[in-house]
């Protein structure tokens, strides 16, 4: 970018500022209702043009690798991060950044005016989730729709080629159906383009299976997902299977079938846990498979009110509340492995609660599944500036490599993602702490079946 052009979008966004002022500065009391609301309109409609500006810098950005020079996987992490936008907006941003130099069908209607920027992102979703469900090779030419055969059929279903076929069937249906159903034709573009064959149609429908876990604000989760019609019968059955009959003299909320059917799901999920063990399944570390609550000792004292004490956390990061954790610890008879820091933030234990080392020094390279518990625990995340990634799912690491004579103590270990890992291994970089416990916190953890004399 020349030196006038960076001047140039100066001098806009400063415009762009000087317009929010007396926008800011207008006396709404004077509106009517029907003049109120065409002005939020048209607001919202430069607020979408703002966005698709943003997307077509953000391309650009991500090739030439900024968000990497950043320290951040990817662009969606780059924005989480750097803009602190919510997951899902950071999501789309992205993606949309990725596919918008495919849409310029989608560009065009959107500049004259006919459909907003969430239709633009809406499609781009649709190309990019096509595009991962239906690489080149599935699609012979042989077996093309007529109405898309062309010279270049060998290609198969490339980006491109999807792009240019899927834009104009998700523009008309942006022009009859809602957002939320543009949003669904446009997670089913890829069956829409190639359905023909039952066999591929159930490939696609696998290959676009998902389950997005997360939680709001005030601390419920939410579950959102598609899956395969397999998948799905074993879920089913599953979820009935475990889920409480309807009980006449119970609240009439406790009775409801999407009430009963998450209880299901998660009595299913408690049995799992207590039998995974049998069934081979370990934690990264190699320790049994258990549920870890992070929390203060405030947590967990009884003669603090529930009400005031302040709320734990999964090694997830989910926050759970200080009630819910008292009554884990009611029903699961936990186990409680108290941490103690110093001033200065370090561990200050040389064993812990149970008697198991926590530094090994050269006699063992591995970490062991006790120094690991201690990461999740006085770690918010992954140790790399930026990065999202829970600890759980982190590699412990060497700060100094064990093959450059580092120690397997605490003070050298530090827990990475697999990207930053692989990363630090290539390039060395050294990452700064990133702690949310405070001294003298407690670790809950689930106890193995047989600590309860269920085994």
């Not at 019968?233 to 406790?254: H, M």
């Not at 992070?294 to 005031?308: C, E, H, K, M």
Request: proline share 7%; aromatic share 6%.
């Amino acid at each position: 970018m020349s030196s006038g052009s960076v001047a140039s979008a100066t001098s806009a966004l400063e415009l762009i500022r000087a317009g929010l002022t007396e926008l800011a500065a207008c006396d709404l009391d004077a509106y009517s209702t029907d003049g109120l609301g065409e002005e939020c309109a048209r607001i919202l409609r430069a607020v979408g043009e703002l966005q698709l500006e943003a997307v077509r810098r953000l391309a650009r950005f991500e090739a030439l690798g900024g968000p990497a020079s950043g320290g951040a996987p990817s662009l969606q992490a780059w924005l989480g991060h750097r803009c602190r936008l919510r997951p899902w907006e950071a999501k789309q941003l992205a993606t949309s950044a990725t596919r918008l130099h495919l849409l310029d069908e989608t560009r065009a209607v959107f500049e004259s005016g006919e459909i907003e920027f969430g239709d633009v992102a809406t499609i781009a979703e649709g190309v990019d989730k096509a595009a991962d469900t239906m690489p080149p090779d599935t699609m012979p030419p042989d077996t093309m729709p007529p109405e898309t055969t062309a010279p270049d059929t060998a290609s198969g279903w490339t980006p491109e080629r999807i792009a240019k076929i899927a834009q104009p069937i998700l523009l008309e249906a942006a022009g009859e159906v809602t957002p939320g159903q543009l949003r669904k034709a446009a997670a089913r573009v890829a069956l829409t383009l190639n359905g023909e064959n039952a066999e591929r149609r159930r490939a696609q429908i696998e290959r676009q299976s998902f389950l997005d876990i997360g939680q709001t604000m005030d601390g419920v989760g939410v579950l959102r997902g598609d899956l395969g019609a397999a998948d799905f019968a074993i879920l089913e059955k599953t979820i009935d299977a475990f889920a409480p009959r309807p009980d006449p003299g119970s609240p009439r909320w406790e009775s409801r079938p999407g009430h009963r059917r998450l209880k299901g799901l998660v009595a299913a999920c408690e049995v799992a846990l207590k039998t995974a063990g049998c069934h081979g399944y370990r934690e990264r570390g190699g320790a049994p498979v258990r549920v870890h609550l992070i929390a203060t000792p405030a947590t967990l004292d009884p003669g603090v009110p529930a009400v005031q004490a302040p709320p734990g956390r999964t090694e997830y990061g989910s926050v759970i509340s200080a009630t819910q954790i008292r009554e884990m610890l009611r029903r699961h008879h936990a186990i409680i492995s108290k941490i103690h820091l110093g001033p200065d933030g370090r561990v200050i234990d040389r064993f812990t609660t149970h008697g198991q080392p926590l530094n090994w020094g050269r006699t063992r390279r591995l970490f062991t599944p006790a120094q690991r518990d201690i990461y999740l625990a006085v770690y918010a995340g992954c140790a790399a500036e930026g990065c999202d990634r829970p600890p759980a799912w982190a590699d412990i690491d060497h700060k100094r490599a064990w093959a450059g004579g580092g120690r397997t103590d605490l003070d050298n270990g530090q827990p990475l993602c697999r990207w930053h890992n692989l990363e630090k291994e290539h390039g060395y970089r050294h990452y700064a702490r990133r702690r949310r416990a405070g001294p003298d916190a407690s670790r809950l953890r689930q106890p193995p079946p047989e600590a309860r004399g269920e085994g």
